[in-house]
């Protein structure tokens, strides 16, 4: 099992982040069985402020690469994206178009 950690940050608007929030609450069913299906076995989203945390655990042939690809042929994941960016910026220093940023590990005991 591999262990990722990532970062977004959300838009500095507390109605926006409430909706963000609420929509965590219920992930449309094609979104889960999308995570699942790339071998993502565990997913946890944590705030603080508007910096968003992300923990996912997944098998060890799991790959961003073939998560993307696969999600840019699914439509639904592709509305469910499109909908999160309304609330979604992207943290300083990313590129155009980047969204969460895959963070490094610099401790662990």
């Known amino acids: 099992m591999k ?7 959300l838009k500095e608007d507390q109605n926006l982040i ?10 449309w069913p094609e979104i889960l069985m999308s995570i ?19 923990i996912v655990e997944a098998t060890d042939d799991f790959s961003f690469y073939l998560k993307e ?14 909908l999160m960016w309304k609330y979604q910026q992207a943290i300083p220093n990313s590129k155009v ?9 610099i401790f662990e005991i």
């Open 3 to 9: 262990k990722y950690c990532l970062a977004l940050d």
């Open 97 to 105: 178009g980047e969204k969460w940023r895959l963070m490094e590990r």
């Open 69 to 82: 690809q696969a999600d840019l042929e699914n439509e639904r994941v592709q509305e469910w994206e499109k």
């Open 18 to 27: 409430r909706e963000y929030e609420e929509y965590h609450q219920n992930v």
């Open 36 to 54: 699942k299906d790339s071998g993502i076995r565990s997913m946890e989203i944590y705030r603080v402020e508007n910096r968003l945390f992300m």
